[in-house]
Structure formats: C-alpha cells, structure tokens
C-alpha cells in the first residue's frame, strides 16, 4: 500500500548516529559561502535559527529572515531577535521574483520535495541562487549500520526502503512509513529542470557504504518558471 502524495515528516528523530562537529561544519560553510550580495534572502525551515543568526551576521544582504513551520521553533528565533515567518516550504507566502537567495539546510527531506523546490524558483529573481543541503543515500545507512538501539536502526532501514519505493513508484510508504527519504542527484535535477533550477555545484558532504551521508547544491535560477 502506498500514499498518494509526496508527502510531510517529523524530523524528530533526524539526530544522526555518528555526528562529526566537522561534517556540520562542512554543511554551514557549503551554506553560507559564496551567496553575494543582494537585497534579500531567506532560510526556508530554519529551525531554531542558527544558522540564520550567522547568514544576518555575515552581512551582504539588505535582508536576512527565516521560514519555519514549527511554532516553538518560530518563537525561539522570535527571541533571538530574528524575523521568522511561520509558514509552509510547499506554499512561501511571498511574491514571485522578490528574493535574491535562498538557503535551505535538511529541509527538503520533511517535505513536498517537488512543491517545496518550486517554490524557491517562484520566489527567486532571475539569476537568484539557491544553497541547499540534503540527506543522501549515506544518511540513512549510517543509521542503519550505526544506529546505537533497534529505533534509530529501524528510522534508517524505513528511510531506504521508502526512497527505493519512492523512486520506483513516485509514491512514498503509508504513514510514518514513508516520512523521509534519502534524496539523489538524479531525482533532484528533474526537478529542478522542470523549474528553471540550474545545478551550478555539488559537494558530496562524508559518505557512508560509499554513498553522499550529505548532498551540497548551489543552484541558480535561470529560467522563468
Ligand atoms: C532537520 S531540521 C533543520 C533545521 C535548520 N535548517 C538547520 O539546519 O539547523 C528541519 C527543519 O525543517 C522544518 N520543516 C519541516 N517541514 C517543513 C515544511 N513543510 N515547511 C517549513 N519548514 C519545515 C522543521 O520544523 C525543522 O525546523
């Protein structure tokens, strides 16, 4: 039995078995180097904010805020004295062609992938960059293989059973099931063709079982979606 839509997960239990202070360093700088200057950019699911806190930091944008779903999460970045919308990657409730950046750390896999990556192309300026990081292959092997009890060895066997599944029906698992998935290049680039999204850059983050543990992609928009 499988689901119908692509649809939302709880990244409650996304805290990796084997965390290496210098893969996350890795993931942050991918994030935050390189984005130019501009007038705007927002963090799309920015959790607790901070790595929005660094982005505002570092300067070049007129504007630096957050997107997050989470109430609590929200409020925390409220306090930090971030601004932070609360609201739907899948459904960004923001003009077309009024961002110059987008960065988007581990989000995309608790979400409507396809929806939520037409969104930072429908909010970008022409020639707008995106900068992502994604769960690879290697994340969820990693909790397979390292998972320190039987519920993290199980989150990482239903997250790749759910991304074969998924790549070879368009459709994930039923239920908690089917809450997360590993994300590809390849199946990444159709989407992004499919929106306007130029891959200008991959940076494989560690691997685990020789598979991307992280996946780094600069994008560019370079088409009118
Ligand atoms: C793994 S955490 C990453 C948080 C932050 N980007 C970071 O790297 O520290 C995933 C975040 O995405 C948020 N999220 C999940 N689904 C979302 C959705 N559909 N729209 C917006 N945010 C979402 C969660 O609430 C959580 O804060």
Redesign the pocket.
């Given at each position: 039995m499988v689901f119908d839509s692509d649809s939302?997960a709880s990244?409650i239990e996304?805290e990796p078995p084997h965390h290496k202070p210098e893969t996350s360093q890795r993931c942050r700088r991918f994030l935050r180097e390189g984005l130019g200057r501009g007038e705007a950019l927002l963090?799309?699911?920015?959790?607790?904010g901070?790595?929005l806190e660094v982005l505002k930091r570092q300067g070049g944008f007129d504007k630096v805020f957050g997107?997050?779903?989470?109430p609590e999460?929200t409020r925390v970045c409220h306090q930090r004295g971030l601004f932070v919308i609360r609201?739907?990657?899948?459904a960004i409730p923001l003009a077309s062609a009024s961002l110059d950046a987008v960065v988007?750390?581990?989000?995309i896999p608790?979400?409507d992938s396809r929806r939520?990556i037409r969104e930072w192309s429908r909010i970008l300026k022409p020639g707008g960059l995106v900068h992502a990081t994604y769960h690879g292959w290697g994340f969820g092997w990693d909790y397979l293989l390292h998972g320190a009890h039987f519920k993290k060895r199980f989150y990482g066997l239903r997250m790749l059973v759910n991304s074969v599944v998924y790549d070879w029906s368009g459709r994930r698992l039923p239920g908690f099931l089917g809450d997360t998935l590993c994300q590809s290049a390849k199946r990444l680039r159709l989407i992004y063709d499919s929106c306007g999204l130029t891959l200008e850059r991959e940076e494989v983050i560690e691997t685990v079982a020789g598979a991307p543990r992280f996946l780094g992609h600069r994008l560019r928009k370079t088409k009118i979606g």
């Open positions: 939302i990244p996304a963090d799309v699911g920015c959790g607790d901070e790595l997107l997050e779903i989470d999460l609201g739907r990657a899948e988007c750390s581990v989000v608790y979400t939520a």
